[in-house]
């Protein structure tokens, strides 16, 4: 796990070590291990990485990395968990590896396979490989975008990174705020890919690729995309192979020359990866935060996970002073996101972070288990929810069905009417005619109504709103997060079943309660799904809100309508006020000055 960096100058003019040094350095906290770069012989070109050991952690495999020859050099972020079998591949057609690093693959795997490189990887990856004798620059993300990767083009040079923040240290940046991006924000809670906060910056989306030459000539292409196949399985057939496919991936994700550890809350998610590395026998050290005077608070079921399979279990109880780490995470996570649980997640990244430099996490078993309550509403309600409904309202057509889950997801609608009422008139112009583009982008009319919103999920929340939080909060604290549930293999089989295997008498994620049953106590396998939040005093504090906003930067700059915070306030509206906090957070941290 690392930072990576780099720019190619179109103009012939050398880049400015020092300057791009400095650049580099603002992603110390993703890789404090070690700092390096590499330039072109004409100094046009640079590659950076700051580096996390994880495998390998010689000197050796730090990073660019170089091919034999010295034609070929890459930086990449992240870990291949196919590497070993690649690499027997790669020096069986002879290429000679100079480190045990995983990531050399990616150099070699270029020699041999270049544009076809990515669909060979399993992993979580973000790179960047430059080719000399082709005079091009490719690029890549992994297929679910557990990895970040950003870039800014403009008629004289080429920026990638890890991390808007070696974007904004440019000198020659104009920050430049994209207003349509703010307004998508407000709807989705984030800013959906490829755009982001910034004019003229864009994320690579997420099982694509990118290539560009020395002409300034850029392709953008999708290498991956997640099919179903409608596959008939019985009930304990399926429980069976996802228990084999879990387990397997979890030993894939314990690949590691350091100790690794686990977030667990006491969810059927994070319970499950303490039983697979139980059945491993992999020495376990757990992680969980808990909230001061909450009878929700979800240590005490993590506590007795941590108890029945033996872990070395570290807690941390925070309070209402948490809400103070709002303004130094506007910095840690770039562009505005909207997720309530941006700081527990913080919280006990730090505290893992403490103990052991790799986790595992539990993202992704919502999206492929079926474990939100829309899925279960469309299994309930076929006819109301059918694919012609979804696919109108989508693009454009008012039927009230779907209004749910765009609901659901948005945690405090801001639908066009809502926009207009929130911006002061200068800015109407940036909010889109249908606010819900991007569902529609990703929308499958040939999928089932489940399988649809599946498919949403995984592309739009989880992507953009779930592995973004996780990967910043991580990070932030220098540590990697590895997430199991998103292992290819085990995607791949979850979603090409039949939708009817995912429910069982109504219960959400009935197969892995069913992997689950036979380890866990009972209080674990009955307790009601609950999201990694806290109390609701922490959201829903008035004084607070009215403290933050009505003197508020985006007030005083004529940006956000006073009127509509006091009428917020006066309606408990706590989820638009949220939203609305954490965009002014962002703005007072990155474009007031």
């Not at 909450?294 to 809400?323: C, G, M, P, R, V």
């Not at 299994?379 to 696919?391: G, S």
């Not at 973004?468 to 590895?482: F, H, I, P």
Request: charged content about 25%.
């Amino acid at each position: 796990m690392c930072g990576i960096f780099g720019q190619w100058n179109f103009n012939n003019k050398p880049l400015n070590n020092e300057i791009f040094n400095a650049q580099r350095n603002t992603l110390l906290h993703r890789g404090p291990d070690n700092a390096n770069s590499w330039f072109s012989k004409d100094g046009t070109i640079g590659l950076a990485q700051t580096r996390l050991s994880i495998i390998d952690l010689d000197a050796r495999a730090n990073q660019p990395l170089h091919n034999e020859n010295n034609t070929i050099h890459g930086v990449v972020n992240g870990e291949i968990y196919n590497y070993k079998e690649l690499r027997t591949e790669l020096e069986n057609k002879g290429h000679i590896f100079k480190s045990n690093s995983d990531s050399e693959v990616i150099i070699h795997g270029w020699e041999e396979w270049e544009t076809n490189l990515p669909s060979k990887l399993n992993g979580m990856f973000a790179f960047t490989i430059f080719d000399e004798t082709k005079k091009n620059l490719f690029a890549a993300r992994d297929r679910f975008g557990i990895k970040p990767f950003y870039y800014h083009l403009t008629n004289n040079k080429f920026i990638f990174v890890s991390e808007l923040k070696a974007i904004v240290e440019d000198s020659e940046f104009k920050k430049d705020i994209d207003w349509t991006s703010v307004c998508d924000y407000f709807t989705y809670r984030y800013v959906p890919s490829p755009k982001t906060i910034w004019h003229n910056v864009f994320k690579l989306p997420p099982a694509h690729s990118l290539q560009i030459d020395f002409n300034n000539k850029i392709i953008i292409s999708e290498y991956w995309k997640l099919n179903c196949n409608n596959v008939q399985l019985s009930f304990s057939d399926t429980v069976e192979k996802a228990h084999e496919l879990l387990n397997k991936s979890v030993k894939k994700h314990l690949l590691s020359d350091v100790e690794i550890g686990t977030f667990l809350s006491g969810g059927y998610d994070s319970t499950a990866l303490v039983l697979m590395q139980h059945e491993l026998n992999y020495k376990q050290k757990t992680f969980s935060i808990g909230f001061e005077n909450w009878n929700k608070s979800e240590d005490k079921y993590a506590e007795i996970i941590a108890k029945q399979f033996n872990t070395e279990h570290h807690k941390e109880i925070i309070d209402e002073s948490s809400l103070e780490l709002l303004d130094n995470l506007a910095w840690n996570y770039d562009e505005p996101n909207g997720d309530i649980s941006t700081i527990p997640t913080f919280k006990v990244s730090e505290l893992a972070s403490k103990n052991v430099k790799v986790v595992l996490s539990g993202e992704g078993a919502d999206e492929i288990f079926g474990g939100y309550t829309w899925h279960h509403n469309l299994m309930n309600c076929k006819n109301l929810f059918n694919k012609e409904n979804i696919y109108n309202y989508l693009h454009g057509n008012k039927l009230s069905g779907i209004k749910g889950y765009a609901n659901a997801m948005a945690m405090g609608m801001f639908n066009k009417k809502k926009l207009k009422e929130l911006l002061t008139p200068e800015y109407h112009n940036n909010i889109p005619d249908n606010s819900f583009w991007f569902y529609k982008q990703h929308f499958r009319k040939e999928l089932s109504p489940l399988k649809a919103f599946q498919y949403i999920d995984i592309k739009t929340f989880m992507a953009e709103l779930v592995l973004q939080k996780v990967d910043r909060a991580s990070m932030a604290n220098s540590l990697e997060a590895r997430v199991p549930f998103l292992d290819l293999e085990l995607v791949e089989f979850m979603f090409n079943l039949n939708e009817n295997v995912y429910f069982k008498k109504g219960q959400q994620k009935a197969i892995l309660q069913e992997i689950l049953k036979p380890f866990v106590p009972k209080e674990i396998i009955e307790r009601k799904k609950q999201g990694f939040t806290g109390p609701d005093k922490y959201y829903q504090n008035r004084a607070w809100y009215k403290s933050e906003l009505l003197d508020s930067v985006l007030v005083k700059n004529g940006i956000i309508n006073k009127q509509f915070i006091e009428n917020s306030l006066n309606s408990s509206d706590y989820w638009r006020l949220w939203k609305i906090v954490i965009f002014e957070k962002w703005f007072k941290k990155w474009k007031k000055n």
